[in-house]
């Protein structure tokens, strides 16, 4: 440039400054075209750096991450940005990677996984848990406080073929890592629960699961259930504490779910065990105002009503589920055996007629006929239903057994000992076969047979309250003198008594007959008016019985049973001694 000023300072070149004047022009364009090129070196410089500290592959993996659909799309995903870390990124950078990498891995388990937990399981679903598993461990490897990945590492583990060991301990991690999140350690806990074979311990990680989430439906099931459980596995049935405590937490989960069915029906079934019948039809009026044209629910209704022994109300329940679909043989069978329980024995055949004749040989219909003719004494009638009842189900021993007792009030003793002896040759401590034996011989009048009978039954079954009450009424009105126990026909009875909650008519009159066989007549005359009292109030057929028993202790005289001349060992009147 020096060398140009020089030139046209000394005037000497036009020339020249034609050059000058190009070169002036031309300056600022070859001034660009070395910026852009000098950019595009820095622009691959960069790339390169990029390349070689993992800053692309990030780039790429945010990029990717926002179209990630697919197991296979998050696992591109996570090789990306697996690289971008192993090449090595700023501070901020690696802390971008590896939060998109967890939350990666851990979308990747959960995708599997709703697979394995779908209705009905994927078969497959064995390989989705070990490759979930895999990402899982990775994920904990990055960071050993996700919550959220060991709860999932115990779901999946918990299942069959699992490693229980390995839930435990990711479900105890859980536990602390989510201690401040009631809603989430609520449900760590209830799995926890799941996990545990104590049940101490599974009652007290219930009850904090609740504590943390009262309205968790999963855990106040599980919490209802195990009290269930607990008290269906008692031997003490009376205690019924565990059974409140099921119901509680039933009555909570109506609240919540108030159109679920099932729900309804469990609550209603505790509530029946319980005897809390109107809180038990209450729980069916919430079904029915669901389902208002479904006539099992009134059946249902009716049913306990029937158990609270509102018969007429009962009856007229029925009479709207018939109204609804008056061919339905299921709510004839309810209505036959409501009448059966107001003692309308005559009604009740009817009703079973009009279901054999919409469905011949039906066998709740001939069931119930033959309980209504045998509750009218109509033995004979009685009978016949239940042999082809046996002829359409062979292998019923129940109704075999029921046969047996109906030949024996038939006073078909022989045909009641073949049935009878044809259990016990197969099983000589079948109690139904004793029972029904000892009775036998009770009304054969072989009194020594039928206390064999009845003792060993009861040295099988020690609770049986109808053998004791028989060995008691044999042992103190027995006419064979030897035989007569009055001691420990008291203890028999008062046990029976308790059994029954003194509500039973028979085994009143077996107590008082126990007290005057033991001298003591002031308590025969007690409790052999306190039977025909409630006698009168169950209106029992044996009424006329329990009040001369009543009137033979009001005279100081003992009860005898009377038996007949053919099998006795002898004939006796009542009001022998």
Not at 34 to 43: I, L, P, R, S, T
Not at 192 to 203: N, Q, V, Y
Not at 489 to 509: N, Q
């Amino acid at each position: 440039m020096k060398a140009i000023q020089f030139n046209l300072a000394r005037g000497r070149s036009v020339v020249s400054a034609t050059v000058l004047t190009i070169v002036l022009g031309a300056g600022p364009a070859l001034q660009a075209q070395g910026d852009k090129a000098a950019d595009k070196q820095e622009d691959k410089k960069q790339e390169k750096k990029q390349e070689e500290n993992g800053e692309k592959d990030l780039s790429d993996a945010l990029e990717m991450s926002q179209n990630a659909k697919t197991t296979r799309d998050l696992d591109r995903v996570a090789a990306k940005l697996e690289s971008a870390l192993k090449k090595g990124l700023e501070k901020d950078s690696e802390k971008i990677a590896k939060n998109l990498l967890k939350s990666t891995l851990l979308n990747y388990a959960k995708n599997y996984s709703e697979r394995i937990f779908k209705i009905p399981r994927d078969t497959r679903w064995q390989f989705y848990r070990r490759e979930a598993m895999t990402r899982l461990r990775q994920l904990i490897k990055i960071d050993d406080k996700n919550a959220d990945a060991y709860l999932l590492i115990a779901k999946l583990q918990i299942l069959p073929d699992g490693d229980r060991k390995e839930a435990k301990e990711a479900v105890d991690k859980a536990a602390k890592l989510a201690a401040n999140d009631k809603n989430k350690l609520s449900e760590i806990l209830l799995l926890r629960a799941a996990l545990s074979k104590d049940e101490k311990s599974r009652l007290a990680d219930l009850n904090k699961a609740l504590e943390n989430n009262p309205k968790n439906i999963r855990a106040l099931t599980m919490r209802a259930m195990y009290h269930q459980n607990l008290h269906l596995k008692r031997k003490d049935k009376k205690n019924k504490d565990h059974l409140k405590n099921a119901i509680k937490d039933w009555e909570k989960l109506a609240e919540l779910q108030p159109k679920n069915m099932g729900l309804q029906q469990q609550l209603m079934r505790s509530y029946n065990e319980m005897e809390q019948h109107a809180k038990a039809e209450k729980a069916i009026d919430r079904m029915i105002e669901a389902q208002d044209d479904n006539p099992q629910l009134y059946a249902l209704k009716a049913e306990k009503q029937a158990d609270q022994k509102k018969y007429d109300e009962a009856l007229k329940t029925i009479e709207k589920a018939l109204d609804l679909d008056d061919t339905n043989v299921q709510v004839m069978l309810v209505q036959c055996r409501i009448l059966l329980q107001a003692q309308k024995f005559p009604e009740a055949v009817d009703v079973a007629d009009n279901a054999l004749e919409i469905q011949p040989q039906m066998p709740g219909a001939l069931y119930f006929r033959s309980l209504a003719f045998s509750s009218m004494e109509k033995w004979t009638e009685a009978i016949e239903d239940m042999e082809a009842l046996i002829e359409l189900l062979p292998s019923n021993s129940d109704f075999k057994l029921q046969l047996g007792s109906l030949y024996s009030a038939a006073d078909k003793h022989d045909d009641a000992l073949e049935i009878f002896n044809d259990f016990l040759d197969e099983d000589d401590e079948n109690v139904r076969a004793l029972r029904g034996r000892g009775d036998v011989y009770l009304g054969m009048g072989k009194h020594k047979k039928a206390l064999r009978d009845y003792n060993k039954l009861l040295d099988v079954d020690k609770e049986n309250s109808g053998a004791m009450n028989n060995l008691a009424w044999l042992l103190s009105t027995s006419p064979i003198e030897n035989l007569r126990d009055g001691k420990r026909a008291i203890k028999l009875s008062l046990k029976a008594c308790e059994l029954t909650d003194y509500k039973a008519a028979h085994i009143l009159s077996t107590l008082a007959s126990s007290y005057a066989e033991a001298g003591d007549f002031e308590k025969a005359r007690k409790w052999a008016k306190k039977s025909v009292e409630v006698g009168e109030k169950e209106k029992s057929s044996q009424l006329e019985d329990l009040k001369k028993e009543l009137e033979a202790y009001k005279k100081n005289k003992k009860w005898r049973e009377y038996k007949e001349k053919n099998g006795a060992e002898g004939e006796v009147e009542f009001d022998i001694d």
